[in-house]
């Protein structure tokens, strides 16, 4: 007999659990020229639950001070909530140790750490692999380095359901290969790349391995030590958490082997004219006074998806993402970019001959909140040779009647030109 | 009819509609009253570039007017550029260089002309307003 399986099976939210979530989020109950928002667009950035807010608000009317410089007891209190929230987005990746988790203004500045940090280690000729999925973030960085340095960039094509073309990929890492940069979950095409495959490849070849988790850790559990990554980078603004906060977090002994980036105070042991010394890890990387708010807020946004649970959260948005999929290609004239078997709930379509532009401006006056153009991902355009996309993401609070308003907004459009 | 008034006569046009897509129907509509730049023309140097829609735009002068043609790949704005060209096109170049066009306001689409819109359109009244001092030096000349 075949034991019970324990998994719950894939469901969306209940409509009274989806107003309980809603609920938490202020920003949702407003209007847009008299409609009610419909937001999605979740992938630039996600709406801010009410704890969020508070705990900024907390933070600036009882114990607002700098940290880890004072001795007087607000110093020391900001300096332990905010190496609480260290702790806290330690246990949401599950790292090792805290030490390896540094807080940055956002994924674009972690890699820019990595690429000038990396900057100085590599050697001329030495190649850096990336995917032509990546977001403009993860590829001027290194551009700029290879052209600053003569290092090379590689790229692994995509296939045209959106997929990482693998059997390209495995002839590009070669021995040259010293960086795998790649993103997790593509913003634009919704992919999520089998990476635990590729870090492994890239470790049989020597190669350190850097995820790009921007648009991968509001929606899939993550678990660095077992993905094995050596670096893993991450906004905190579209994860519920407040703007110009980041994560980059590495190996321990990747972090000590890399340069500081950024010099100034807090990331020194001792300085003299003659020489400074660096400070330990996480200080070496963290030069100047953090943005403390931000970090609590980032924190307190965790605490919201741990307490809803990341794996309800990935059943609920893989319900809207089917359901999504099924009316959109019910009609006729429409092409989705990314069908992946295996993606998040981000659906990049064009309808017919319609600009994206006019898509745009017009679900706007509907009050759907909808990205439009390029998404920072100009290379994909160039793959399948278009314009530009609509991209609708979405994310926890958003519900199977808002997709029912999106849908008939998008029939209204139709008829419009 | 002068700028002022062709400006009120869109205006009042636009006043019949009290819904956005109704207004924005309206648009579209005026999109296929533009006068078309030649397909030949669609180049690089009669490119205004915008962020996420392009738009191109050419004058002449004849009789001391100046005449636009113009076109855009996404619609909205090729109707709101059809609105630019009927009340602009025809006029003086003095006249066009010394308008304000407030009647984008007026008809709430203000937005689609602020700078950071990413559509070209506010590089294209610049332009338009480039094209007629243009004439106006040469004419002096
Ligand atoms: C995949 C991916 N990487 C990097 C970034 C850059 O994030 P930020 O602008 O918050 O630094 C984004 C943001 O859109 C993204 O989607």
Not at chain 1, 308 to 320: M, P, V
Not at chain 1, 334 to 350: Q, Y
Request: aromatic share 8%; hydrophobic share 40%.
């Amino acid at each position: 007999m075949m034991p019970d399986t324990p998994t719950k099976p894939l469901r969306a939210f209940t409509a009274i659990e989806s107003e309980q979530i809603r609920s938490l989020f202020p920003i949702l109950g407003r209007q847009i020229y008299g409609k009610q928002l419909v937001y999605f667009d979740n992938g630039a950035t996600t709406q801010k639950p009410q704890r969020v807010l508070d705990s900024i608000q907390n933070y600036y009317t009882t114990y607002n001070s700098n940290v880890h410089r004072g001795v007087h007891f607000l110093s020391q209190q900001a300096t332990d909530v905010m190496e609480d929230a260290r702790k806290t987005i330690q246990e949401f990746i599950n790292a090792k140790q805290a030490e390896e988790i540094i807080f940055t203004s956002g994924a674009t500045e972690s890699i820019n750490l990595l690429a000038s940090s990396f900057s100085q280690l590599l050697a001329k000729g030495d190649e850096i692999l990336i995917s032509a999925m990546e977001h403009h973030a993860n590829i001027v960085p290194w551009q700029m380095i290879c052209e600053r340095y003569g290092y090379h960039l590689r790229v692994i094509p995509i296939l045209d359901n959106g997929d990482l073309d693998l059997i390209a990929f495995d002839k590009l890492i070669t021995p040259k290969t010293k960086l795998l940069s790649v993103v997790q979950v593509s913003n634009t095409l919704g992919t999520i790349n089998p990476i635990k495959q590729l870090i492994d490849k890239a470790h049989q070849n020597n190669t350190a391995v850097i995820i790009d988790g921007s648009q991968a850790v509001q929606h899939l559990k993550i678990d660095v030590q077992e993905l094995d990554c050596d670096f893993y980078v991450f906004s905190g603004h579209k994860l519920y958490g407040p703007t110009g906060t980041g994560v980059l977090y590495g190996k321990k002994n990747r972090l000590e082997q890399l340069p500081p980036y950024k010099g100034g105070g807090d990331m020194i042991k001792e300085v003299s004219f003659e020489k400074t010394t660096y400070n330990d890890l996480p200080f070496k990387f963290e030069a100047g006074t953090p943005n403390i708010e931000g970090i609590i807020g980032l924190a307190e946004a965790i605490h919201f998806i741990n307490h809803t649970g990341i794996a309800s959260i990935a059943n609920h948005e893989a319900d809207l993402l089917n359901y999504f999929t099924d009316k959109l290609r019910a009609i006729p004239g429409i092409r989705i970019f990314g069908e992946s078997s295996n993606k998040i709930a981000v659906i990049s379509f064009l309808l017919r001959d319609i600009h994206p532009y006019d898509i745009g401006v017009l679900l706007d006056k509907m009050g759907i909140a909808v990205r439009t153009g390029h998404h920072c991902t100009q290379p994909i355009m160039q793959r399948y040779q278009i314009p530009g996309t609509v991209r609708a993401s979405l994310a926890v609070y958003n519900t199977r009647a808002e997709i029912d308003v999106f849908i008939d907004a998008l029939h209204r459009i139709n008829k419009m030109f | 009819m002068s700028i002022a008034e062709k400006e009120k006569e869109v205006i009042e046009e636009f006043e019949l509609f009290n819904d956005w897509m109704d207004k924005y129907e309206h648009i579209i509509e005026q999109s296929r009253q533009l006068p078309l730049i030649d397909e030949l023309q669609k180049t690089d140097e009669y490119l205004v570039r915008g962020c996420q829609s392009k738009v191109w735009l050419n004058a002449t002068f004849k009789d001391g007017c100046v005449y636009f043609t113009a076109d855009s790949d996404a619609v909205i704005t090729k109707g709101i550029i059809a609105l630019l060209v009927r009340v602009l096109s025809g006029e003086k170049p003095e006249v066009i260089i010394e308008s304000q066009l407030s009647f984008i306001d007026r008809i709430g689409l203000k937005e689609h002309l602020t700078p950071n819109r990413a559509n070209g359109l506010a590089s294209m009244v610049k332009l338009m307003k480039t094209f007629a001092l243009g004439f106006k030096l040469k004419q002096q000349a």
